[in-house]
């Protein structure tokens, strides 16, 4: 089966987007190119009538867990372990590498 597209189309279009491909690369290129295309055409091919589209192949599912209030680490517990504190936050340089 001959490919449905040629080496000078996949330079043309190369040239385009203005790479540089070797030999070997164009060669290569043209065969894997050429391999989706055929799959495209394959896929052309199919009876789709009443298959709706879709997005997705599967059912997405929202996997955030729920937004549920519990006990944390104590807020002074945590201060006292910074290096330093200013008005019950974090203090930290204004400019990075300037001390505090």
């Known amino acids: 089966m001959s490919s449905p597209l040629s080496r000078d189309e996949v330079a043309h279009v190369a040239r385009l987007a203005r790479l540089k491909l070797t030999n070997e690369e164009l060669d290569l290129f043209t065969e894997q190119l050429g391999a989706v295309l055929e799959h495209a055409t394959d896929m052309q091919s199919l009876n789709l009538e009443g298959v709706v589209p879709t997005a997705h192949p599967f059912g997405l599912i929202n996997v ?5 209030v519990r006990p944390s680490l104590d ?26």
């Open 75 to 100: 807020h002074q517990a945590v201060m006292a372990m910074a290096p330093d504190v200013e008005d019950g936050r974090f203090a930290v340089p204004r400019i990075m590498g300037e001390a505090p």
């Open 64 to 68: 955030v867990r729920a937004d549920v």
